[in-house]
């Protein structure tokens, strides 16, 4: 069974900064088009961040431009986003979630496998 596993998340202040991490079993993230997923209380999941399989290019929404760095290290099997800056806007579950789609999209059902997701709070 594929397993995708997020961990880093906790509780920071507002102009702080986390890393996340997913590590990935028995599958190889590098032949995947992976990504980072969040959903707040009351609102719908949506994409973060992506590394598209076909060719390496990572995107970013709109809201998290600037702050966020998505990352993968092949030799530990794992996924890494960096968050600074953070806002309490940015509170969520955050998710990672693969496919082997070619190309990074930031639409839950194009995403076979998932993580059981990580809680961010930003508060002071």
């Known amino acids: 069974q594929l397993q995708l596993v997020e961990s880093g998340g906790g509780l920071v202040q507002p102009g702080g900064s986390l890393r996340l991490s997913c590590a990935a079993s028995?599958?190889?993230?590098?032949?995947?088009?992976i990504a980072w997923f969040r959903q707040a209380p009351g609102k719908e999941r949506e994409g973060v961040s992506c590394i598209s399989r076909n060719d390496g290019s990572t995107s970013y929404a709109d809201s998290v431009k600037g702050r966020f760095t998505i990352s993968r290290d092949n030799a530990k099997n794992t996924l890494y986003l960096q968050m600074n800056s953070l806002r309490p806007e940015d509170t969520a579950v955050y998710y990672c979630a693969a496919t082997l789609g070619g190309i990074g999209t930031f639409t839950t059902y194009d995403y076979e496998f998932w993580g059981q997701g990580t809680q961010v709070t930003v508060s002071s």
């Open positions: 028995k599958f190889t993230l590098a032949f995947y088009t």
